[in-house]
Every structure is written in structure tokens, then in C-alpha cells.
């Protein structure tokens, strides 16, 4: 199961990782990004901005349609993810993740409940000294609902099997929408069941503003003996920088992204938004994509 059970004496809750250093440089509207970042491997122009090694591409659908080729579903009914008009009218076609009450036994989920999709050839695979380099976009109204605690993952890099912790998640905890980082490592890979010798942490990073896109790009490097790190920009600022984490399990054979709501029984519909979703080599090459768009 991944849902985010509490991890007891192994838990370990960290506040907002200062990144030491970090200058920030409008480039674009309310954007900003580290000319480090930026300018890495030399200048980028729209003209010469690198491809991803994978990518949704939701503008060659039709709006109202529920199924893409590109990602499996895990959805109690097929109206659960639909791709529609952007309510924001920024983005064109993007893709809507709805969960309701009773949305349970799905995939595992036992009482939980969630609408969730997989890519596990493009988006699957990942083993301990990998780096995945990732960057979507997200979209909540003032409706937003989501249940207090920690068991509402919008993103998950999960284990192979089904009975442990995701390696990371990235949640959004009550009405107020409070992100928070999840990480979980160490111990020797099973296919079910918590190893033992896993660490729990959790980052705090303060309520996600609604009504509004925000662009993630993250960049994770899995590290089951403590070599992992994230580093998190949203809306072009790096808010996090966690090096030295245990970040997935010794031996997993191959963790997966995923991307939707996977909450814990509420009485609420939780709705969100995603514009497309990439895969980069480099994060440079994750903001190069930013700037090509301007």
C-alpha cells in the first residue's frame, strides 16, 4: 500500500530546507530561476531548447475525451480522469484528475481512495542510483477539498510491489492545501511490506495558492544508504535542496511515477488540474523548456 501511514518513532519532520546562496532572477512574468539553472550548458533560445525523453502532449485531443494512450488509468468509473478545456483558458487541453467519496478498492486501495495514472515503460524502471528529472504543471480552484493528514498524494515515485511506502510524494493535506514533501528510504526491498530500517521525513512547504497554474520541476536521485537528494522549483523558485536522504528501498527493482489524487475516505470530491508532463536528461533542460514557451 502507499498510502502515507504514520511512520511512528522513524519519522522525521524537517521545516522548509533553506537553499543557501540561491539568487533569483525574473525572466518571465512571476517566474523565477537561478541563472545557474538557467544558464547551464550555455544559452538557450526557443529555437534550440532540448527535447524531453518523454512527454504527454494533451493538445492532440479532443476536450471531454477520458482515456489517453500515453498513461494507464487506476479509476473507479472513467470519468474519474477526463481531458478538457483548461477552466483557465492559459493552456489549452490539460487533464482533469476528479476522486468522490466511496472512489475505493481500486488498484489496492483498499479504503482509500484515488484516480491515479501510470506510464510504467516512459515513466517506470527507476533503481537506486538513478536521477529522474520531472516537470508538470498544477492546478487547483477555490473548491479544492482534500482531507487533513498525510495521506493525499497528488504525485508518487512508488515501489515496485505493493505493501510499502512511496520513496517520495508530494501531497496536499486538507481544504487549505497544504503541500508537503514526503520521503521515505533505507532497509533491503521487499515486495510487501515496510523494510525494516526505513526512514520516514516530511517538508513542509505551506499552503499551495489556489485558482492559479504552478510549474514543478524536480529532480530526484534515488540513495537507499543516505547519497539520495531532491531539489523541488515551483513557480521557478528552488524551494527545496535535501541532500544526503534515503530516498527508496535497497534492490527495488524498478520504481514508477504517479500522478492524481490517492487520499483517505472523505465525504468531499477532490479536484485537480495537470497541464503536460515531462521527462528531462538535465534540469537545465527542464527550464529550457520554460523559456522556449515565452
Known sequence: ??????????????????????????????????PAIANAGGPISPSV???????????????GVDSYAYWTDQVKTPDRVQYVDDPMHQRGIVQRVEVQPGDNGVAGSNSGERAEVINSSDL???????????SWGLLIDSAFASPPGTWNGFVQIHASGGGNQAPLSLRLGSDDA???????????????????????????????????WHDFVM???????????????????QVVDARDRKIGYCGDPGMYWKQGFY?????????LWFSDTYRWATVPDAFS??????
Not at 49 to 63: E, G, I, M, S, V
Not at 180 to 209: H, K, M, S, Y
Request: charged share 20%; glycine share 12%.
Open 219 to 237: 529532480a530526484v536521485h534515488f540513495g537507499c544508504t543516505g547519497t539520495g537528494y531532491v531539489q523541488l522549483w515551483l513557480d521557478g523558485q
Open 289 to 294: 523548456n520554460y523559456r522556449a514557451r515565452v
Open 1 to 34: 500500500m502507499e498510502a502515507s501511514r504514520s511512520p511512528g518513532r522513524l519519522s522525521r519532520s524537517f521545516p522548509l530546507l533553506a537553499v543557501a546562496a540561491l539568487t533569483l532572477t525574473l525572466f518571465s512574468g512571476s517566474s523565477e530561476v537561478s
Open 263 to 271: 487520499r483517505s475516505a472523505y465525504d468531499k470530491t477532490t479536484r
Open 49 to 63: 531548447a532540448p527535447d524531453p525523453l518523454t512527454h504527454t502532449a494533451y493538445k492532440t485531443l479532443l476536450a
Open 178 to 212: 497544504d503541500l508537503v514533501l514526503g520521503l521515505f528510504g533505507g532497509g533491503d526491498w521487499t515486495p510487501w511490506g515496510q523494510p525494516d530500517g526505513t526512514v520516514a521525513e516530511t517538508i513542509d512547504l505551506g499552503a499551495l495558492a489556489k485558482d492559479q
Open 124 to 134: 517506470g524502471g527507476f533503481q537506486d542510483g538513478d536521477t529522474l528529472v520531472m
